[in-house]
């Protein structure tokens, strides 16, 4: 039952994401150009907003906006300050695959290579600490972590100084699971700047004290202005994608009471 409902919760979560939002809006409405006599104003109205909300969606300043609070939330460990020294440094991963035909690297998700990364960065700025890796099995039958390693070990990170955990299917498991590898000791908590502000809350919500190091920022600040920013850019729907799912679980975590 209960896998039925955590995949139940996968799927429908997504309906509310950008995209399936605005193919949702506009096949209605085309459908009703088509077949509706009596509804054609209604079928304009909808193509209407699909396309308006395709422009937001898919414009860098106002999707920057909505990014933001969630992905500048926290600073980068040791870039703008001296770094707390830390034990462990727990990388939470963000989607892999099994296919064999690919690199330790390729197989990583874009978003969680770059975790695994970021953690040995911040693994190699504290000499005699541990490396986190933690992810298990959700679509694919390798646990994540075990795909993180083969990136890191690739990378140099010796196999003795990295910890796995394996059990986890979200960030709910991981923060629940993490307090039982690293007790008291001062960590790091690594993972993507959208995915640090809901992540935080998880683990102080099971009595953890992690110290922020994001990576992956969506929002960049520095440069000067860009007119191409101008012209839509469907990546900017990714971007958005994630905040919505970040800003819809952390709802959905306050709704269940978990901070």
């Not at 770059?114 to 679509?139: C, D, F, H, Q």
């Not at 910890?163 to 709910?172: K, V």
């Not at 998880?202 to 101008?230: S, W, Y």
Request: proline share 6%; net charge negative.
């Amino acid at each position: 039952m209960a896998n039925v409902l955590f995949v139940l919760k996968k799927l429908v979560s997504r309906l509310l994401f950008p995209a399936p939002v605005i193919a949702i809006v506009l096949l209605v409405g085309v459908l009703l150009l088509w077949f509706s006599k009596r509804r054609q104003k209604l079928g304009k109205i909808l193509v209407s907003v699909s396309l308006v909300l395709f422009l937001l969606g898919t414009n860098g300043t106002v999707v920057a906006y909505i990014c933001a609070p969630l992905d500048r939330m926290y600073d980068a460990y040791g870039v703008t300050d001296n770094p707390v020294p830390v034990d462990y440094v727990v990388v939470l991963g963000g989607g892999h695959s099994d296919d064999e035909t690919l690199s330790p690297m390729g197989k990583l998700a874009t978003e969680t290579a770059v975790r695994v990364a970021e953690g040995i960065r911040v693994y190699l700025m504290n000499p005699g600490s541990k490396l986190v890796l933690a992810g298990g099995t959700v679509w694919e039958p390798t646990p994540e972590a075990v795909n993180m390693q083969a990136m890191a070990i690739a990378l140099g990170v010796p196999e003795e100084d990295i910890i796995l955990e394996t059990e986890s299917r979200d960030t709910d498991d991981q923060a629940r699971l993490i307090g039982a590898i690293v007790g008291d000791s001062p960590f790091a908590l690594v993972t993507s700047g959208l995915h640090m502000v809901r992540s935080m809350k998880l683990f102080e919500a099971q009595g953890l004290d992690p110290i922020p190091a994001p990576t992956a920022q969506r929002v960049k600040g520095g440069g000067g202005f860009d007119p191409t920013g101008l012209y839509p850019d469907a990546s900017k729907l990714a971007d958005l994608r994630i905040a919505v799912y970040e800003y819809i679980g952390l709802a959905w975590g306050w709704v269940r009471g978990l901070y």
